[in-house]
């Protein structure tokens, strides 16, 4: 302590408890991580222990889990052949939390040449042992050591005597004794388990012990890697589909190779054969140094690039405290946005030079690429002509229509499209709009190829393109609509007669967007309760009476077809009640036929109508 300005200056205390709480719950994501942690300073001793004795830094691990140990049944053990530690290191090392300066000069290494942090490295083993003992013997001769730690926050070291260190090779080990509720966590499976999914790819020989005393191998190729390839580029590919099949469960569409020399990053994208569900994460597998960091890649692929699975090890990029994330810096933007260069770039050569699979990736993927191609214009341009769209004369790719026509027509939802696809000419068709990203895409056409235009159309614009009808039949259509509209009003709808194809269609109801809202508000606002009705009804009120020009009406318009024979017949119809009957229910065909939901109104309308019918049929009277 020191006195400064009248203040006194102490330290913090701090409380091992609480480290370990802090660890267990808030930094790391459970318990299973020590293993990880011990792996990760293993291979930093080790690779210690090659630059200064000029070892090829491959070294061994070698891991006993509990009940492996004769002399020790209840331990588990964990052994590196690294450079060891001396007394004061260890006192610098195990004993020190977020100090790593001091760390890197004890064991002469570079960020760039490890992963973990010996301090909380070490202290992650407390979540599954109140004790750690740790017992080591220095490359460069110091008498060996033993360090013990407790979790209420006191640690020992000591210099061991010749004979407790007999036949001690150089190298550290580390003795846990497991609390009874975290004693599966050091059980021979769970740990062949944690040690094959953290460090199968280390450059360091990792082995778990069996009961009998032999050992399985916990290394394999890191076949998304090119240096772990065969030298056979065929062999090759069929180890990193073979690897990819594995991954995803299923063969992959393609592979497409990463790499971002800058940051030291390579590995694998998986296109999947498959296209995931919405708001799925961006997933794979992300290595530090070979050592497993995360499974979630969000932090490192584009938001538009759920389309792949990728595999990918990374020399340059910094962990976070838990070494389970990667840290936002500008080498990590820096890094995302190369990858993202790289699934363009494959994405625009497929396009131009593999139009066979790159149909099939489309027929697969077509939302993830709308969603690139509204903000990639040369990504837009190279993929828009493949993308198909659904129009008014069925499916087809925008290069299909563009080669009917230049003129580009859509509609912005997909409800006006259902209300007039049925009549529009099917030599120049209309888009639908109203799925996403696709009328961005539309409006983009003219700045991507030239030559087109690009006008979106209204459902009632339509009307005005349908044929009105003969002049010698002008008497009859009136009276028509006249009689018709009398029996819509109640239903909120207006009445006209146009001639139009095909013949077998009776009538379409068209609305606006304006007059859907409005439909909308009186269906909510006559099945809510008391209170909300007359909020509702005051808001209807309130945009009827807006000062300034009126607004139209925006009266929805059921268009009844001159060219179909059952039209001309009903013109004809004398019965009241007949007609009345026959116009509610083709308007409550036209609404099914357009997909329009049914009011509470629409459904009296319809089951009246049908009974009526019912017992006209039967020769019910009265």
Same mark, same amino acid.
């Given at each position: 302590?020191?006195?400064?300005?009248?203040?006194?200056?102490?330290?913090?205390?701090?409380?091992?408890?609480?480290?370990?709480?802090?660890?267990?719950?808030?930094?790391?994501?459970?318990?299973?991580?020590?293993?990880?942690?011990?792996?990760?300073?293993?291979?930093?001793?080790?690779?210690?222990?090659?630059?200064?004795?000029?070892?090829?830094?491959?070294?061994?691990?070698?891991?006993?889990?509990?009940?492996?140990?004769?002399?020790?049944?209840?331990?588990?053990?964990?052994?590196?052949?690294?450079?060891? =530690?001396?007394?004061?290191?260890?006192?610098?090392?195990?004993?020190?939390?977020?100090?790593?300066?001091?760390?890197?000069?004890?064991?002469?290494?570079?960020?760039?040449?490890?992963?973990?942090?010996?301090?909380?490295?070490?202290?992650?083993?407390?979540?599954?042992?109140? $004790?750690?003992?740790?017992?080591?013997?220095?490359?460069?001769?110091?008498?060996?050591?033993?360090?013990?730690?407790?979790?209420?926050?006191?640690?020992?070291?000591?210099?061991?005597?010749?004979?407790?260190?007999?036949?001690?090779?150089?190298?550290?080990?580390?003795?846990?004794?497991?609390?009874?509720?975290?004693?599966?966590?050091?059980?021979?499976?769970?740990?062949?388990?944690?040690?094959?999914?953290?460090?199968?790819?280390?450059?360091?020989?990792?082995?778990?012990?069996?009961?009998?005393?032999?050992?399985?191998?916990?290394?394999?190729?890191?076949?998304?890697?090119?240096?772990?390839?065969?030298?056979?580029?065929?062999?090759?590919?069929?180890?990193?589909?073979?690897?990819?099949?594995?991954?995803?469960?299923?063969?992959?569409?393609?592979?497409?190779?990463?790499?971002?020399?800058?940051?030291?990053?390579?590995?694998?994208?998986?296109?999947?054969?498959?296209?995931?569900?919405?708001?799925?994460?961006?997933?794979?597998?992300?290595?530090?140094?070979?050592?497993?960091?995360?499974?979630?890649?969000?932090?490192?692929?584009?938001?538009?690039?759920?389309?792949?699975?990728?595999?990918?090890?990374?020399?340059?990029?910094?962990?976070?405290?838990?070494?389970?994330?990667?840290?936002?810096?500008?080498?990590?933007?820096?890094?995302?946005?190369?990858?993202?260069?790289?699934?363009?770039?494959?994405?625009?050569?497929?396009?131009?030079?593999?139009?066979?699979?790159?149909? $099939?990736?489309?027929?697969?993927?077509?939302?993830?690429?709308?969603?690139?191609?509204?903000?990639?214009?040369?990504?837009?341009?190279?993929?828009?002509?493949?993308?198909?769209?659904?129009?008014?004369?069925?499916?087809?790719?925008?290069?299909?229509?563009?080669?009917?026509?230049?003129?580009?027509?859509?509609?912005?939802?997909?409800?006006?499209?259902?209300?007039?696809?049925?009549?529009?000419?099917?030599?120049?068709?209309?888009?639908?709009?109203?799925?996403?990203?696709?009328?961005?895409?539309?409006?983009?056409?003219?700045?991507?190829?030239?030559?087109?235009?690009?006008?979106?159309?209204?459902?009632?614009?339509?009307?005005?393109?349908?044929?009105?009808?003969?002049?010698?039949?002008?008497?009859?259509?009136?009276?028509?609509?006249?009689?018709?509209?009398?029996?819509?009003?109640?239903?909120?709808?207006?009445?006209?007669? &146009?001639?139009?194809?095909?013949?077998?269609?009776?009538? =379409?109801?068209?609305?606006?967007?304006?007059?859907?809202? &409005?439909?909308?508000?009186?269906?909510?606002?006559?099945?809510?309760?008391?209170?909300?009705?007359?909020?509702?009804?005051?808001?209807?009120?309130?945009?009827?009476?807006?000062?300034?020009?009126?607004?139209?009406?925006?009266?929805?318009?059921?268009?009844?077809?001159?060219?179909?024979?059952?039209?001309?017949?009903?013109?004809?119809?004398?019965?009241?009640?007949?007609?009345?009957?026959?116009?509610?229910?083709?308007?409550?065909?036209?609404?099914?036929?357009?997909?329009?939901?049914?009011?509470?109104?629409?459904?009296?309308?319809?089951?009246?109508?049908?009974?009526?019918?019912?017992?006209?049929?039967?020769?019910?009277?009265?």
């Amino acid at each position: 302590m020191e006195n400064t300005g009248g203040s006194l200056v102490r330290p913090f205390q701090v409380d091992l408890g609480g480290v370990v709480d802090l660890l267990s719950r808030h930094i790391y994501s459970g318990a299973h991580v020590y293993l990880r942690e011990l792996l990760q300073n293993g291979r930093d001793a080790i690779a210690a222990r090659a630059k200064v004795a000029g070892q090829d830094g491959r070294g061994n691990i070698e891991i006993f889990p509990v009940g492996t140990v004769p002399e020790a049944p209840d331990e588990f053990v964990f052994r590196d052949a690294g450079q060891g =530690l001396s007394a004061a290191e260890a006192g610098e090392l195990l004993a020190t939390v977020g100090k790593s300066s001091k760390r890197d000069d004890v064991l002469n290494l570079r960020d760039e040449d490890f992963l973990g942090q010996f301090g909380i490295g070490l202290l992650s083993c407390f979540m599954v042992s109140d $004790r750690i003992v740790v017992r080591s013997r220095s490359v460069h001769g110091h008498p060996p050591v033993e360090w013990t730690g407790s979790a209420d926050g006191t640690f020992a070291v000591r210099e061991l005597s010749e004979a407790e260190s007999a036949g001690m090779a150089i190298g550290t080990e580390v003795r846990l004794s497991p609390r009874p509720d975290d004693a599966a966590l050091l059980s021979a499976e769970k740990v062949l388990s944690l040690a094959r999914r953290f460090g199968r790819y280390l450059p360091v020989e990792v082995r778990v012990r069996r009961a009998d005393g032999t050992w399985d191998a916990v290394n394999e190729p890191a076949v998304f890697l090119p240096q772990d390839r065969p030298a056979d580029e065929r062999s090759a590919a069929g180890v990193l589909e073979e690897f990819g099949a594995e991954l995803l469960g299923n063969r992959p569409l393609e592979t497409i190779e990463l790499s971002v020399p800058a940051t030291g990053t390579q590995g694998v994208a998986y296109v999947l054969p498959f296209a995931p569900p919405p708001g799925s994460r961006r997933s794979g597998e992300l290595y530090l140094g070979r050592m497993l960091l995360g499974e979630d890649l969000s932090e490192l692929l584009p938001e538009w690039a759920y389309f792949v699975r990728c595999v990918l090890n990374t020399e340059g990029l910094r962990p976070t405290a838990s070494r389970e994330q990667l840290v936002a810096d500008e080498a990590l933007e820096y890094t995302r946005e190369e990858i993202g260069k790289a699934l363009r770039r494959w994405i625009v050569q497929q396009a131009t030079t593999r139009p066979a699979r790159f149909e $099939r990736f489309v027929a697969v993927h077509h939302l993830g690429l709308k969603s690139m191609a509204v903000h990639d214009d040369d990504l837009a341009a190279a993929v828009l002509p493949w993308l198909t769209v659904e129009t008014s004369a069925g499916r087809m790719t925008v290069r299909d229509y563009l080669d009917q026509s230049r003129h580009v027509r859509y509609v912005e939802t997909v409800d006006e499209f259902r209300q007039i696809a049925a009549v529009v000419p099917p030599d120049h068709p209309v888009i639908n709009g109203g799925y996403t990203y696709e009328s961005d895409l539309l409006r983009r056409l003219p700045l991507l190829i030239d030559g087109v235009t690009v006008e979106q159309v209204q459902a009632s614009s339509i009307l005005d393109e349908l044929a009105p009808p003969p002049m010698d039949d002008r008497s009859s259509t009136s009276a028509l609509e006249r009689r018709a509209a009398a029996v819509l009003a109640e239903l909120g709808s207006d009445a006209l007669v &146009r001639s139009f194809r095909p013949d077998d269609v009776t009538a =379409l109801y068209v609305a606006d967007a304006a007059a859907i809202r &409005r439909i909308e508000r009186t269906e909510v606002r006559d099945s809510a309760p008391a209170v909300w009705a007359e909020v509702l009804g005051g808001i209807e009120s309130s945009l009827a009476g807006r000062t300034g020009p009126k607004p139209r009406r925006t009266t929805a318009q059921l268009c009844l077809n001159w060219q179909n024979s059952m039209i001309r017949q009903l013109s004809g119809l004398d019965d009241q009640l007949v007609f009345d009957r026959s116009v509610r229910l083709i308007y409550i065909q036209a609404l099914l036929a357009g997909h329009r939901p049914l009011s509470r109104a629409d459904r009296t309308v319809m089951t009246t109508a049908m009974s009526d019918l019912i017992q006209l049929s039967v020769g019910i009277t009265g």
